[in-house]
Nanobody
Framework: VQLQASGGGLVQAGGSLRLSCAAS??????????LGWYRQTPGKQRELVAS???????NYADSVKGRFTISRDNAKNTMYLQMNSLKPEDTAVYFC?????????WGQGTQLTVSS
């Protein structure tokens, strides 16, 4: 399974951005997979930002609750992360992942930079 993340970029504080992550390859029942996003900044531990289960139950880090929304489109084998009210501390490389029968697959990461 390959994951292609996109949508990162430079945005001003208070702005919005949507990340996408498309899965391809040997996918068996994308709708049965757990999906999510981590982020990583230099010198800090990797942080789980949001996750969504096969039943679309979502979970968020306290730091993004009320601002970020994770969603999935099973017909397109794609997950999204809608990010609103962005803050400079959201600056990071964002990685998508999915958990399938063969284990966990990771995307290549997409950079988000939020300027103050």
């Amino acid at each position: 399974v390959q994951l292609q993340a996109s949508g990162g970029g430079l945005v001003q504080a208070g702005g919005s951005l949507r990340l996408s992550c498309a899965a391809s390859g040997s996918i068996f029942r994308f709708n049965a997979m757990a999906l999510g996003w981590y982020r990583q900044t230099p010198g800090k531990q990797r942080e789980l930002v949001a996750s969504i289960s096969s039943g679309s139950v979502t979970n968020y880090a306290d730091s993004v609750k009320g601002r970020f929304t994770i969603s999935r489109d099973n017909a397109k084998n794609t997950m999204y992360l809608q990010m609103n009210s962005l803050k400079p501390e959201d600056t990071a490389v964002y990685f998508c992942y999915l958990v399938g029968r063969g284990g966990t697959s990771w995307g290549q990461g997409t950079q988000l930079t939020v300027s103050s």
